[in-house]
T-cell receptor
Framework: DTAVSQTPKYLVTQMGNDKSIKCEQN?????MYWYKQDSKKFLKIMFSYNNKELIINETVPNRFSPKSPDKAHLNLHINSLELGDSAVYFCASSQGSNIQYFGAGTRLSVL | GEDVEQSLFLSVREGDSSVINCTYT??????LYWYKQEPGAGLQLLTYIFSNMDMKQDQRLTVLLNKKDKHLSLRIADTQTGDSAIYFCAESPTGRRALTFGSGTRLQVQP
């Protein structure tokens, strides 16, 4: 069983659309994250949730809205997609501040 | 600041040792990590070292930590073509549940 799973793996969409990426972890962890990897492979934290509570919210446009229905899920909804949103989005989870395990990534292409 | 720096590229011959270096600025990091990313794939946790250790060995991998100089290195012995990937070092500052990544070092292994 995959520990941290993201869907979809690939997402191609038009500018202006709204899309969601889902993440689920079966590790029993209490903390989940979204990271963005840009075209130069640079990875940066976007959001972090601990027990469904938002604990980190970096300078991300408010078009991005994370939602954590329970400890095992952290979804990312993006409104009014822009060309600059094209990237690979990684979900991760950890137990507290311990080791983070990553999903396989969602490659978003905005046309 | 929280800057993690790595050289961008390393090329070695199959069978040689590879050494990938990283410098970080935040001395409060509890753990320091090495992640591997193969082309088109997700982030795989390769190894990590606790901040009170100087060295950790795991099969072909050796991690060295110099806290005084805030320098972390990853040595891969007997490098194989399957080791070709991007290697990211990352720190986890105490009290901040997010990783700060370096820019990644692309390792190319020549047959």
């Amino acid at each position: 069983d995959t520990a941290v799973s993201q869907t979809p793996k690939y997402l191609v969409t038009q500018m202006g659309n709204d899309k969601s990426i889902k993440c689920e972890q079966n590790l029993g962890h209490d903390t989940m994250y979204w990271y963005k990897q840009d075209s130069k492979k640079f990875l940066k934290i976007m959001f972090s949730y601990n027990n469904k509570e938002l604990i980190i919210n970096e300078t991300v446009p408010n078009r991005f809205s994370p939602k954590s229905p329970d400890k095992a899920h952290l979804n990312l909804h993006i409104n009014s997609l822009e060309l600059g949103d094209s990237a690979v989005y990684f979900c991760a989870s950890s137990q507290g501040s311990n080791i983070q395990y990553f999903g396989a990534g969602t490659r978003l292409s905005v046309l | 600041g929280e800057d993690v720096e790595q050289s961008l590229f390393l090329s070695v011959r199959e069978g040689d040792s590879s050494v990938i270096n990283c410098t970080y600025t935040d001395s409060s990091s509890t753990y320091l990590y090495w992640y591997k990313q193969e082309p088109g794939a997700g982030l795989q946790l390769l190894t990590y070292i606790f901040s009170n250790m100087d060295m950790k060995q795991d099969q072909r991998l050796t991690v060295l930590l110099n806290k005084k100089d805030k320098h972390l290195s990853l040595r891969i012995a007997d490098t194989q073509t399957g080791d070709s990937a991007i290697y990211f070092c990352a720190e986890s500052p105490t009290g901040r549940r997010a990783l700060t990544f370096g820019s990644g070092t692309r390792l190319q292994v020549q047959p």
